[in-house]
């Protein structure tokens, strides 16, 4: 790579160049679903993601309920779609409330 970032320690060792792994946030924001809402879900863009490069995640930001899910991602070209459901199992309920959906880039 003909760019990047160095990093050295304290003890003047070189802790992270431009041919280190890394994983930075590309996008969050918080995403809300209706207390006794259908089965649905929203898409974000978010440029430059896809399966081969990218995670989504969503935390709770809060206190739920025992009886409450976490809202499933999925990664997509350029797009994240966040489900109020597990979208592989058909009979799944729904979940509701607001999490904080966070897209994270690594290479």
Do not use: C
Request: proline content about 4%; cysteine-free.
């Amino acid at each position: 790579m003909a760019y990047g970032m160095r990093i050295w320690g304290a003890d003047g060792v070189l802790q992270v160049d431009e041919n280190s792994f890394t994983i930075r946030v590309l996008f969050s924001t918080l995403v809300t679903f209706a207390l006794g809402a259908s089965k649905g879900n929203q898409d974000f863009s978010v440029p430059g993601i896809s399966p081969g490069n990218g995670t989504a995640i969503v935390v709770p930001i809060g206190a739920y309920p025992d009886s409450q899910m976490q809202f499933e991602t999925e990664v997509l070209d350029g797009l994240v779609r966040v489900y109020n459901h597990t979208r592989t199992y058909a009979a799944s309920f729904t979940s509701s409330g607001t999490m904080r959906l966070i897209v994270m880039r690594w290479g």
